[in-house]
């Protein structure tokens, strides 16, 4: 068989389910964290925080659990808790109905952290529901309540109906994204990429049109500059990626396909469209259908592909105005600011 056209193979890539609702989710975490760590005040957060915070709540829970319901190891969840608890989120303490364990729970600053992003949450649902309109997010918060449920990602209790309606979109998203990323790696590298892992998916997702810059992927993922180029190094090494100069910026590199990058893009495209027909077959062709549609009018609608992996949009104008702000300071973003507004400005 013979490779699609390169032109109608990006389209396929950019414009599939699999793409439209992890953008849309990182989107919402990533507006989310802005809000609270610019409105409300708390600081270092990272977005792979969530799932935990989410996980532990009010009540708390034993890391073993967190491990089991991420699916990962109980090391790897244990690294990200001590970098929660040493943000002052979480603390540690003794299990009451087992003497051996030990409880994650949430600290004061932990419950304000609750508290504010369940406000947030509800904000952006606001946005959504203007975008798509009330009765199109319903319908796709029940969908996507049923993937969550039937794939073991959201408890839910059976005939609990209204769940779809008190769950906001940022709260069940997230998870089914991370779900749908290891499970379309898994299904790649069944099609012969053994050497993908799932850290490389920061870097590839975002790697548009336009191609994709090393800083503004790691100001939306909230992980350093070094840890991206790190993962662009080995993605280079596999002969998947390659590195071109910046048309805008002589400093700074833009991230490219190679044509074995293609071809895995390719083979992506595949499990994706295996992915769709697996969650078909778990909630219906025509609601899935529905949920589709509606993601992908959200996608654009927020202008995530030239916005969040590009330059233009309010996303993107965001993400530029954080790197501005922390390197200028306060006083030299708010003169910045001045030079732009005022009609003489050169």
Do not use: W
């Not at 849309?24 to 792979?48: D, K, P």
């Not at 709540?57 to 090391?75: E, H, V, Y």
């Not at 295996?274 to 219906?284: H, K, N, S, T």
């Amino acid at each position: 068989m013979l490779p699609e056209p390169t032109d109608t193979l990006q389209q396929r890539y950019r414009d599939n389910f699999a793409r439209h609702l992890l953008g849309v989710a990182l989107y919402l975490q990533a507006e989310i964290m802005r809000s609270m760590t610019q409105r409300h005040g708390h600081s270092g957060l990272r977005i792979n925080f969530e799932p935990y915070i989410t996980i532990i709540g009010r009540s708390g829970a034993r890391l073993s659990d967190i491990a089991q319901l991420l699916d990962i190891s109980r090391q790897a969840a244990n690294q990200t808790a001590n970098q929660i608890e040493s943000a002052g989120y979480i603390k540690r303490q003794a299990d009451l109905f087992d003497g051996r364990a030990k409880l994650l729970v949430p600290t004061a600053r932990g419950l304000s952290l609750l508290d504010d992003g369940t406000r947030e949450a509800q904000r952006m649902q606001k946005q959504v529901e203007k975008i798509v309109g009330a009765e199109t997010l319903a319908d796709s918060s029940r969908t996507l309540a049923r993937l969550n449920s039937k794939l073991g990602l959201l408890a839910l209790q059976p005939g609990d109906s209204d769940a779809a309606t008190r769950v906001p979109l940022a709260g069940l998203l997230p998870r089914l994204g991370d779900y749908v990323t290891k499970r379309l790696m898994h299904m790649t590298i069944a099609r012969g990429h053994p050497a993908l892992k799932p850290s490389y998916g920061q870097v590839l997702i975002a790697i548009g049109p336009a191609g994709g810059r090393i800083q503004q992927i790691a100001d939306i993922h909230g992980v350093s500059k070094q840890a991206i180029s790190a993962i662009a190094t080995e993605l280079e090494e596999l002969d998947y990626i390659k590195r071109s100069p910046d048309p805008q910026d002589a400093r700074q590199v833009v991230l490219h396909f190679t044509p074995a990058g293609l071809g895995l893009i390719e083979d992506s495209v595949a499990s994706v469209d295996d992915l769709c027909r697996e969650f078909a077959a778990i909630v219906g062709a025509r609601p899935l259908t529905r949920l589709a549609n509606a993601l992908r009018i959200l996608y654009r609608a927020l202008h995530l592909e030239e916005g969040i992996f590009g330059n233009t949009s309010p996303a993107g104008i965001r993400v530029l105005a954080g790197q501005l702000k922390a390197q200028l300071g306060e006083e030299g973003a708010r003169l910045l600011g001045q030079l732009l507004l005022s009609p003489s400005a050169t």
